[in-house]
């Protein structure tokens, strides 16, 4: 059993408590962003320094505004084009002085200390052309979650001017790497989307590999060489406590929960070296065959709905991706392109399948319809691999490694293919897997 | 775990020739499958019998095609004198470690790399190695022994080594 690090998630995942701000001026929006649009040109927004007795307001503003470029639908306004110092958060701003700089949006804010550690938090998001308020809210947390109040207040503005779901107040689980290439030390890691607070789950005495969250629980799923054994495991973020799924006469790999979070679907190695998927329901313990071939399948990922499940076989001789019923049974091949296709991975809107391609030397970060149609490819070079969607379904983390490169780095990129970046980690990291909205 | 842990211990002077021997690989494009072109002579030293007879003398790796599990004639020949070796010296346990290069993705190259530990086992088995003495295990892409970015590793880096685990009682 491991335990390097439980209870900081726990304080840092106390609820956060909203209260939201009577609007200044009747709200009567003109700004919004239509996201479905082809071409989305960024939305000039300007967030202002919260006003704070330290410098933690100025922080908060900082954490929204990277959040809100990264998103590739928002150009915040540098500070210094700035005309209104923003003094009194409680008061209708200058829209005037906005407009001139073309800000379309503004956020003002607050940040107080209200004794025993506890932070209230304010915003106001406004139409500077409708000279309106769009939505205020107000939380009440623990100091130490201030990062997360800024996240919830990112979500906040992008589901006001969008109309989508935000992912901000979200983490990844991935695997920080370090060492020669040789003898890679790989640990898990948990942080948040934008790369900031890295903790470590493991020591990295042992391979740890593919960590997956749980949709439901405090839990992660992940491949883990301990022993001179490898197979899946599950452990328990709040606790540290770990355990192996199963108990399987041969190498157990690429797991994933199901959308309800009750069952682990996983590849097993056969005795002929071939391996195919099983899953196993996390309560009564049973498992339940669901391939059986001649071949190598894996990878399996649920459809959001769990009636059916995406994996790759080289049952046809090359890797493809096939769609079969969550129990089994007949599968039906998807991906028809030149090259083959790997770790398929469900959309949570459930609209689309991402997939790493392997084409003319290249690897690809691509998206297709569950029927297979309408492929497209997002990103490609040396070596991109391993997608994870964000809880939105709009954005995409991989990871990639250039040619000559020491290791690894994780990327996002939106699906529309233009808004590629990397995500700041220090040193090499590989195998995201983004979170559920946190709770 | 690293590697050298599922050695046991004392037998330093083995894992000291490996290391030599992964060194030497990283910069020719073929590895050398005798002992003339490790540079450590015709093995001359070796006790018969011992970790490091059978890993200079006899050969302890073999190497496959891009995406193959298939054993290559020339594999087959290092194969055959593995079995000849663990039949004359029958109180030796061995692992034998799959791997797959890095051109591949993570769950895939696990699998592969059980595919090809199996059909390595199976050959020695198919030799008269009794397949109780033999443990399979995948490293996938995640040990590879050479590290650039082009054929030259990789070819390298798709391979199956006998690891012995040293004699039994």
């Given at each position: 059993m491991i335990r390097i690090w439980a209870g900081s998630l726990t304080s840092s995942l106390l609820a956060v408590a909203v209260v939201l701000l009577v609007s200044i001026a009747p709200a009567r929006a003109l700004v919004e962003i239509d996201i479905n649009r082809g071409t989305i040109e960024p939305l000039p927004i300007a967030v202002t320094d919260f006003i704070s007795a330290d410098g933690l307001g100025a922080q908060i503003s900082q954490v929204i505004t990277e959040n809100l470029r990264r998103s590739g639908l928002f150009a915040p306004i540098e500070r210094t084009a700035f005309i209104e110092q923003v003094s009194n958060p409680d008061a209708v701003p200058r829209f005037q002085d906005w407009r001139v700089i073309n800000a379309q949006a503004l956020v003002t804010g607050r940040?107080?200390?209200?004794?025993?550690?506890?932070?209230?938090?304010?915003?106001?998001?406004?139409?500077?052309?409708?000279?309106?308020?769009m939505t205020g809210e107000q939380f009440f947390t623990n100091k130490e979650n201030w990062r997360r109040v800024a996240h919830i207040i990112s979500d906040a503005i992008f589901e006001r001017l969008t109309g989508e779901k935000g992912y901000f107040d979200t983490r990844i689980v991935f695997v920080a790497e370090s060492g020669p290439r040789d003898n890679r030390v790989k640990r898990l890691a948990?942080?948040?989307?934008?790369?900031?607070?890295?903790?470590?789950?493991?020591?990295?005495g042992d391979i740890v590999l593919t960590p997956r969250f749980s949709p439901s629980r405090q839990e992660i799923t992940y491949m883990d060489f301990a022993g001179g054994e490898p197979k899946v495991y599950l452990l328990q973020l709040e606790t540290g406590q770990r355990e192996h799924v199963g108990d399987f006469p041969g190498m157990t790999f690429s797991p994933r929960f199901s959308p309800d979070g009750q069952k682990v679907v996983m590849s097993l190695q056969q005795p002929d070296g071939n391996a195919n998927i099983y899953a196993m329901d996390l309560r009564s313990r049973n498992t339940t065959r669901l391939t059986n071939s001649p071949s190598i399948d894996t990878s399996p990922s649920y459809s959001p709905d769990g009636q059916r499940i995406v994996f790759e076989s080289d049952r046809g001789g090359r890797q493809q991706l096939y769609v079969m019923s969550a129990n089994g049974g007949d599968a039906t091949r998807i991906s028809f392109g030149n090259g083959s296709y790997s770790t398929p991975v469900w959309s949570p809107r459930g609209d689309l399948i991402a997939f790493t391609k392997m084409s003319g030397g290249q690897f690809s970060i691509g998206v297709m319809r569950p029927d297979g149609s309408g492929e497209r490819i997002l990103t490609t070079g040396f070596h991109n691999e391993g997608p994870t969607w964000a809880p939105n379904g709009r954005y995409l983390m991989f990871f990639r490694q250039d040619a000559g490169a020491g290791g690894p780095q994780l990327y996002t990129i939106d699906l529309t293919g233009r808004n590629e970046r990397r995500v700041p980690v220090e040193g090499f990291a590989s195998d995201p897997a983004w979170s559920p909205l946190l709770e | 775990m690293g590697l050298n842990q599922i050695r046991p211990a004392g037998v330093l002077m083995a894992v000291v020739l490996t290391a030599l021997a992964i060194t030497g690989c990283a910069n020719n494009r073929n590895l050398p499958n005798n002992p003339a072109d490790l540079g450590l002579g015709a093995g001359a030293g070796a006790t018969p019998g011992s970790q490091q007879d059978f890993t200079v003398n006899v050969g302890d790796r073999i190497f496959f095609d891009t995406d193959s599990s298939v054993v290559r004639s020339d594999a087959q020949v290092i194969l055959a004198r593995?079995?000849?070796?663990?039949?004359?010296?029958?109180?030796?346990?061995?692992?034998?470690?799959?791997h797959a290069d890095e051109r591949g993705t993570r769950e895939y190259n696990l699998a592969l790399g059980a595919?090809?530990?199996?059909?390595?086992?199976?050959?020695?088995?198919?030799?008269?190695?009794?397949?109780?003495?033999?443990?399979?295990?995948?490293?996938?892409?995640?040990?590879?022994?050479?590290?650039?970015?082009?054929?030259?590793?990789?070819?390298?880096?798709?391979?199956?080594?006998?690891?012995?685990?040293?004699?039994?009682?």
């Open positions: 940040v107080t200390e209200e004794g025993g550690g506890r932070l209230r938090a304010e915003f106001r998001l406004w139409d500077t052309f409708a000279g309106e308020q948990i942080m948040d989307q934008d790369g900031a607070n890295v903790r470590y789950l493991t020591r990295g | 593995q079995a000849q070796w663990l039949n004359q010296y029958p109180n030796f346990q061995v692992t034998i470690e799959g595919r090809r530990a199996a059909a390595t086992k199976a050959f020695l088995v198919s030799r008269g190695v009794n397949g109780a003495r033999i443990k399979t295990i995948s490293y996938g892409k995640e040990r590879p022994v050479a590290t650039c970015d082009d054929i030259s590793c990789w070819s390298q880096n798709r391979r199956a080594v006998t690891v012995l685990g040293g004699a039994g009682s």
